[in-house]
């Protein structure tokens, strides 16, 4: 007689997270998780609550380990535009790869957010917030001076987008020195008062 699997929560989180990262949250089915996570759907529905949950669960443990990574990256160097350079070329580096081929999955759920339900889509803008939130402190922006940040946030989507599309090296690597660019100029303007 065989011995019985032991179900280990953090290892179907990682199989459902990988799953919903590269299909999204509409492309995958319940039986996409279960075979995934390699767990059954009752166990699922206890462990998560329903697909949302699941999702949510997946994008909360992506949020911890993305932000955080990207917060240390940001913090090893001494000016805004050389903290952002190092980002993108950590991400220009891994665009080959089949984890960097993936793109951002914080950014992808807000790609996909019009069909999540209220608890995913929260969980979406808490995670835009916290990584524009490290991004403002990057850029030494000051409190309510939200342009540059916002700025920044924008173009890093739209950036990982483009590596998710297979967008080819040297265009990625123009729209990084556009992107740093700007960075340079916004952390040279004056603040408002």
């Not at 462990?47 to 955080?68: C, N, P, R, S, W």
């Not at 081929?101 to 808490?126: P, W």
């Amino acid at each position: 007689m065989g011995r019985k699997k032991l179900y280990n929560r953090d290892d179907a989180l990682l199989a459902i997270k990988h799953h919903f990262w590269q299909y999204g949250f509409e492309a995958t089915s319940l039986l996409d998780l279960e075979r995934a996570s390699e767990l059954p759907k009752q166990t699922l529905y206890r462990e998560f609550t329903d697909k949302e949950g699941m999702y949510v669960a997946a994008l909360a443990h992506y949020q911890i380990q993305e932000v955080q990574s990207a917060n240390r990256l940001l913090k090893t160097q001494e000016n805004p535009k050389a903290r952002f350079q190092a980002l993108f070329d950590t991400i220009l580096a891994d665009a080959g790869s089949p984890s960097g081929r993936l793109g951002c999955f914080i950014c992808n759920a807000a790609a996909e957010r019009t069909n999540l339900g209220s608890q995913a889509t929260d969980q979406v803008v808490d995670a835009l917030g916290r990584l524009r939130s490290i991004f403002a402190d990057a850029l030494n922006v000051p409190s309510g001076d939200d342009y540059l940040a916002d700025s920044v946030l924008a173009g890093y989507i739209g950036f990982r987008n483009l590596v998710r599309n297979d967008w080819p090296t040297t265009n990625l690597q123009a729209v990084a020195n556009d992107l740093l660019s700007m960075i340079d100029l916004g952390a040279k303007l004056p603040r408002q008062p």
